[in-house]
């Protein structure tokens, strides 16, 4: 879409989380951000810019692909210290897709919206060589591509493999986590504006279902931002409304039926967010949430209050090791926060 707190004493259980804000040779706003190991972890942004760190995001090397000033890297998607795919969001050829086999060295022009009416968001991987785009509505129906020869080609799902969307509803590029890939075959899309819902494959993209979520929706700057599974029917959506980033609402929900139903979770209170991650180190429903006024974290998705809260503006969020994230924001911004355990 074009758009621009508390400890809880748990049982035996102490939770300390501190944050720390790292170096990243940059002044760009960020939000593409992607972990491919414990040590690898690469970001993009404004102006053409991504940035790669090989050491668990304690130092960053940032550079401009050349030719490409003037695009807006909203996601990034990365499997190692070479691998790595960028998707630049915009009007028409402004959506992008590029590709570097050699840590950012040389890169490759693989997809280029030729649909002056296509705004492309989001993308995920299953695999290296398997992957899928989503854009927002043209003619009533998402834009929908896929590859499975690492971006060789891209192929555009059939419309008519896709449910129609509502007269004013899109995705958002806020933070390039509007989708959600999952074992060999799952994909997810979130959607805002007149609706807020869960688009659904089980079968690489080839067919689609739709769900309705009760995330705040109704103008274009409301609905589902960032949308994580933690397995095949473990998930979880959050969003809000972007131009209000302090309001408490209908702002976090979660599944335990693979999407089919959504819930909204009790955790108070809700803000807009941007995005959200599972944290590894729980097995259960521990969640990172972040948006433009706070950050937070909480042990289980039915919890009623966050173990805590950090007044931070950031854009996109992941775990790079279990108990230990990186999130990313405006201005160049990085952060890397421990949430660790302890008895006390």
């Known amino acids: 879409m074009r758009v621009h707190a508390f400890f809880l004493l748990l049982a035996s259980t102490l939770f300390a989380q501190t944050y720390t804000i790292q170096k990243s040779g940059t002044t760009e706003n960020l939000r593409g951000l992607s972990v491919a190991s414990n040590s690898i972890i690469w970001a993009s942004g404004t102006h053409g810019t991504y940035l790669r760190s090989t050491d668990g995001g304690h130092s960053w090397q940032a550079a401009q692909l050349p030719g490409a000033e003037a695009l807006d890297f909203r996601d990034v998607e990365a499997f190692n210290a070479n691998l790595a795919y960028l998707l630049s969001a915009g009007p028409g ?28 968001d989001c993308m995920a991987f299953w695999n290296p060589d398997r992957g899928i785009a989503v854009g927002d509505p043209v003619n009533g129906k998402f834009k929908v591509t896929t590859t499975e020869d690492g971006g060789k080609n891209w192929t555009p799902v059939a419309r008519d493999a896709l449910p129609s969307a509502s007269a004013g509803e899109g995705a958002f590029a806020a933070s390039g986590s ?12 979130a959607t805002g504006g007149a609706a807020a819902r869960v688009f659904h494959s089980g079968d ?11 995330i705040i929706r109704g103008n274009d700057s409301s609905g589902i931002f960032s949308i994580a599974f933690r397995d095949a029917i473990h998930g979880v959506i959050a969003g809000g409304d972007y131009k209000q980033p302090e309001k408490n609402g209908a702002n976090l929900a979660f599944t335990d039926d693979g999407g089919l139903t959504w819930k909204l979770a009790p955790v108070s209170p809700q803000w807009y967010f941007s995005a959200i991650a599972f944290d590894p180190a729980r097995h259960g429903w521990a969640i990172f949430a972040l948006g433009s006024a706070h950050a937070a974290y909480a042990n289980g998705i039915s919890d009623k209050f966050w173990q805590k809260v950090w007044d931070l503006n950031l854009n996109a969020v992941n775990f790079y090791a279990p108990g230990k994230a990186v999130a990313v924001g405006p201005k160049g911004l990085i952060v890397t926060f421990s949430a660790s355990a302890r008895t006390p």
């Open 93 to 120: 050829e402004q959506s992008r897709i590029y590709k570097t086999t050699d840590g950012g060295h040389s890169w490759s022009l693989q997809f280029i919206n030729k649909d002056p009416e296509g705004f492309f």
């Open 178 to 189: 509007c989708i959600a890939a999952q074992g060999t075959s799952n994909v997810w899309f």
């Open 204 to 214: 690489s993209g080839k067919t689609w279902t739709v769900t309705n979520t009760p």
